[in-house]
């Protein structure tokens, strides 16, 4: 069983930045696929990005965060990142880390953290 960790979230103005941080353990981290989803109030949990497995060669990112928000991973420290830049108030939202055995979650997966909270105001 894998356990996510995320970390990172908060308030921050339109146009600002905020990295968020997935810890994982419990599992070999570099043999998940990892990705971040959010879900918004009212709305259902939707992908935002994703990292493929061992070195994260493989990248996916959602149409309305292409440019703004980079995925990364870190095996050394078991730890995936979401660097968010020029956030709009339509990224508010809970981010959740997930992680798939040798695959890239891009609409299911097997493994979720607790989530974090995102506000963008405007």
């Known amino acids: 069983q894998v356990q996510l960790v995320e970390s990172g979230g908060g308030l921050v103005q339109a146009g600002g930045s905020l990295r968020l941080s997935c810890e994982a353990s419990?599992?070999?981290?570099?043999?998940?696929?990892m990705g971040w989803f959010r879900q918004a109030p009212g709305k259902e949990r939707e992908f935002v990005a994703g990292?493929?497995?061992?070195?994260?060669?493989?990248?996916r990112y959602a149409d309305s965060v292409k440019g703004r928000f980079t995925i990364s991973r870190d095996n050394a420290k078991n730890t995936v990142y979401l660097q968010m830049n020029s956030l709009k108030p339509e990224d508010t939202g809970v981010y959740y880390c997930?992680?798939?055995?040798?695959?890239?979650?891009?609409?299911?997966?097997?493994?979720w953290g607790q989530g974090t909270q995102v506000t963008v105001s405007s």
């Open positions: 419990g599992r070999t981290f570099s043999n998940y696929g």
């Open positions: 997930a992680a798939d055995y040798y695959r890239m979650p891009t609409t299911q997966a097997n493994h």
């Open positions: 990292i493929s497995w061992s070195s994260g060669s493989a990248q």
